[in-house]
């Protein structure tokens, strides 16, 4: 599990990287939805350095360790979902949900058909019963998290056609679509699995980089020796 055209780096490198952008005159900004730090000159970037989940940004001060990090991720398919508690970069605690949400002949969701055809018979409506409750019992998961933990980031990865659906559960997220602490995990999730969970907590640890390629000629120097561009297509 990788990001698209990106990289693996260390601390050192990306620290070199950001101060030879500021005494480059560069223009270097802090993107909070994804955690990011991007370099630009004349509104054009040049490289996208995704930062691990236990550090912050501060501009005057750079790179800091979080003394106490915890977060949470919740990984969203239909008819599975798998939630999860990070503190310290440790999975502590998850939970697997299961929902019969999808119809056996055409191999679609309930909730994707009811955008196209609408309710049907009771086969439907009990899929629908399960969607709801679905959503229901993940956002009470979540709600005890948030309601133990001060969660300095939530992460997410859910189709966007469940988005309507999951956010106006009857039993709502500990979150906001609009917050800026919840960050779409844009990592493609195939079964919203435990083992896909500690994937990506393991992935958002690290840091990640991607240039483009006039970012390759200015920058790439700096980042010789370190890990080989992927080419996975799951950011």
Not at 58 to 81: F, T, V, W
Not at 158 to 172: D, G, H, I, L, Q
Request: a neutral charge; proline letters at 3%; charged letters at 25%.
């Amino acid at each position: 599990m990788n990001i698209p055209q990106a990289k693996l780096v260390s601390k050192q490198s990306v620290e070199n990287l950001l101060a030879t952008a500021t005494n480059g005159k560069f223009s270097l900004s802090y993107l909070a939805k994804k955690h990011q730090m991007q370099i630009e000159k004349d509104g054009v970037w040049l490289a996208k350095i995704y930062l691990p989940w236990m550090l912050d940004w501060n501009e005057s001060l750079g790179l800091r360790e979080k003394p106490d990090s915890h977060y949470s991720m919740i990984l969203i398919r239909a008819g599975q979902a798998v939630a999860g508690y990070f503190h310290l970069g440790k999975l502590i605690d998850h939970k697997v949900f299961r929902a019969y949400m999808v119809r056996q002949k055409q191999g679609v969701s309930q909730i994707k058909h009811l955008k196209t055809k609408g309710k049907s018979r009771a086969g439907s409506r009990v899929r629908l019963a399960e969607s709801e409750r679905f959503f229901e019992e993940i956002n009470e998961r979540l709600t005890s998290y948030a309601n133990r933990f001060p969660m300095d980031f939530w992460g997410i990865s859910c189709a966007k056609t469940m988005w309507p659906f999951y956010f106006s559960s009857e039993v709502s997220p500990p979150f906001s679509q609009k917050e800026e602490n919840l960050i779409e995990l844009p990592v493609h999730i195939s079964q919203a699995s435990f083992e896909e969970l500690v994937q990506v907590g393991e992935l958002v640890q690290r840091f990640h980089l991607i240039f483009s390629e006039r970012g390759k000629e200015i920058f790439g120097e700096l980042t010789l020796g370190e890990s080989e561009t992927t080419n996975d297509d799951n950011w």
